[in-house]
């Protein structure tokens, strides 16, 4: 693979619908003092969805940098005291908007769904998700991968707080999961296990690579510390999705700030502490518009600012960029299946 880096920031290029960054600074700190971004572009618009004020609420703005001081429109509001309302996804599926999120009060957290035909207002009253087995489920997004829908989410094995698996689930349509559930991903890796009670996979996002493989990349470790990172599943050329010796996983984090568990090759960020839970800003949130190799690409992460203590009410959205790194082998063992794959990776900016 040839590696090309532009630096990301002021000028935006088309590039097989996607949007390329180049010239001017790198990512930035919003003003936006929050978690869990979930951001896409439809057209010139990008369209942002969060929680807030006992509900959710969307912005639109003419550029990721923008959405921070964007009118924030209340699309929904818990009038049914669901409880806690976590973590909203925004998905284009057949020109209609669908939000996920979570909601609920300690091990009664459900995955529920509201949808539009557009992306600020007009949305129908919340559905809860049927996902298989009905379990504490955070974090589920839905995303098309060879014409079949899925839904992704983190959650637990069981009825109580052991640790924070990956599961994957077939949907027959965007707001019908179908058959079974599937583990992808638990949280054993030494380097993910740095801070837990419980140790956490969580926030899975979709994306694939120019290769046409799928990967899942996900946050590790506990979100309430700056171990907080992002690594990643890359599912095996011509790999079953719900297989999980399919997937091969990072050998460290991608995207954190302690060397310590970074991947080798990997370097911690300078300016941001405990990045995670990232969306990627793709058109209409598709992963079929995922970028080319080549060039940086827009992304938007939470974290905390260097040198403020790390606690969930430090948290705010970055700016930031990422791009393909090929040629990247991830190894394993005592697993069924080979114990390396080699392909594309990714490395993130701040």
């Known amino acids: 693979m040839k590696k090309v880096l532009i630096a990301a920031g002021a000028l935006l290029l088309a590039l097989a619908g996607t949007v390329v960054l180049a010239g001017g600074a790198d990512a930035a700190q919003t003003s936006l003092r929050a978690a869990d971004p979930s951001v896409l572009r439809v057209g010139g618009t990008y369209i942002s969805v969060q929680s807030t004020g006992g509900g959710i609420a969307v912005r ?95 959650g637990w094995a069981g009825d109580t707080n052991v640790e924070q698996n990956l599961y994957i689930a077939r949907m027959s349509s965007p707001t ?54 992002l690594a990643e599943l890359r599912l095996r050329a011509g790999g079953d999705p719900t297989y999980v010796w399919d997937w091969y996983k990072s050998n460290g984090c991608l995207f954190g700030s302690n060397r310590a568990t970074m991947m080798a090759g990997w370097d911690p960020t300078l300016n941001v502490n405990g990045p995670g839970h990232h969306s990627f800003v793709l058109l209409n949130g598709d992963i079929a518009t995922s970028p080319p190799a080549g060039p940086r690409f827009p992304l938007m992460f939470h974290a905390v600012p260097k040198g403020t203590p790390y606690s969930w009410g430090n948290r705010y959205w970055y700016t930031g960029s990422f791009c393909w790194w090929g040629s990247t082998t991830y190894r394993r063992a005592n697993v069924p299946g080979a114990t390396t794959d080699t392909g594309f990776s990714l490395k993130f900016f701040e």
């Open 176 to 229: 019908t999961p179908t058959g079974a559930r599937y583990v992808i991903s638990q949280p054993r890796e030494s380097w993910e296990r740095v801070v837990g009670n419980p140790f956490i996979n969580e926030a899975p996002e979709a994306i694939k690579d120019p290769n046409g493989q799928l990967h899942v990349v996900y946050s590790a470790n506990g979100s309430w510390s700056d171990q907080y990172c």
């Open 60 to 154: 639109q703005a003419s550029s990721t940098d923008a959405l921070a001081s964007a009118t924030a429109r209340q699309v929904w509001s818990d009038s049914r005291g669901r409880g806690e309302v976590w973590a909203p996804e925004i998905v284009v599926d057949g020109g209609r908007f669908y939000i996920y999120f979570t909601a609920g009060v300690g091990a009664a957290h459900r995955m529920f769904v509201i949808s539009s035909a557009v992306a600020d207002s007009g949305y129908t009253a919340e559905t809860q998700l049927a996902l298989p087995d009905n379990k504490w489920a955070i974090d589920g997004t839905m995303f098309t991968f060879n014409a079949q829908r899925w839904f992704v989410w983190s």
